[in-house]
T-cell receptor, first 113, second 111 residues
Framework: EAQVTQNPRYLITVTGKKLTVTCSQN?????MSWYRQDPGLGLRQIYY???????DKGDVPEGYKVSRKEKRNFPLILESPSPNQTSLYFC????????????FGSGTRLTVV | GQSLEQPSEVTAVEGAIVQINCTYQ??????LSWYQQHDGGAPTFLSY????GLEETGRFSSFLSRSDSYGYLLLQELQMKDSASYFC????????????FGSGTKLNVKP
């Protein structure tokens, strides 16, 4: 089944404790991206990647890192999480240049206390 | 930058037609997309308008008018399962890989 898989689905952590949210896709997509979703703000793009070793900042990259060492994986790293990073995170993937939408993962609900 | 505005909530009855509007202020963009998201679920792609006019996909249609900086999603023959949030989105004209989403419209379908 074609899908984007995120792990974990839920995570509660403490301020300053480094964490990684994994994202993997099995559709051989070049393009992958991370979003955060907060009430009343919709989805905001954090980082995206056009291909292996090619990443760039989205609209809200502060406090996040990403890497793209393999085509299928695009982990999101929070080196020192803070409470304002409490949010619902989505990973998405798609063919490069497509206009016809992207496939989203099921989401990761992160709480930083 | 990009700014997209949608009504926060719309209520309609089963079998009716509902229109969800999206007005935008952008410096330029490549087309308007629409996504559906059920509570607790992932956004799923519904439609895309590259050019002005109406695009139809089954019960759903989407419209774009660049001159009016306006688009809408039209849902016909509403079903209870259409209760969800709907987001419009644009991709930046100067960076094809950057996306901007509206804040979403929650559609409540009542019997």
């Amino acid at each position: 089944e074609a899908q984007v898989t995120q792990n974990p689905r839920y995570l509660i952590t403490v301020t300053g404790k480094k964490l990684t949210v994994t994202c993997s896709q099995n559709m051989n997509h070049e393009y992958m991206s991370w979003y955060r979703q907060d009430p009343g703000l919709g989805l905001r793009q954090i980082y995206y990647s056009m291909n292996v070793e090619v990443t760039d900042k989205g609209d809200v990259p502060e406090g996040y890192k990403v890497s793209r060492k393999e085509k299928r994986n695009f982990p999101l790293i929070l080196e020192s999480p803070s409470p304002n990073q409490t949010s619902l995170y989505f990973c998405a993937s798609g063919l490069k240049g497509t206009n016809y939408g992207y496939t989203f993962g099921s989401g990761t609900r992160l709480t930083v206390v | 930058g990009q700014s997209l505005e949608q009504p926060s909530e719309v209520t309609a009855v089963e079998g009716a037609i509902v229109q969800i509007n999206c007005t935008y202020q952008t410096s330029g963009f490549y087309g308007l997309s629409w996504y559906q998201q059920h509570d607790g679920g992932a956004p799923t792609f519904l439609s895309y308008n590259a050019l002005d006019g109406l695009e139809e996909t089954g019960r759903f249609s989407s419209f774009l008018s660049r001159s009016d900086s306006y688009g809408y999603l039209l849902l016909q023959e509403l079903q209870m399962k259409d209760s969800a949030s709907y987001f419009c989105a644009v991709r930046d004209q100067y960076n094809f890989n950057k996306f901007y989403f509206g804040s979403g419209t929650k559609l409540n379908v009542k019997p």
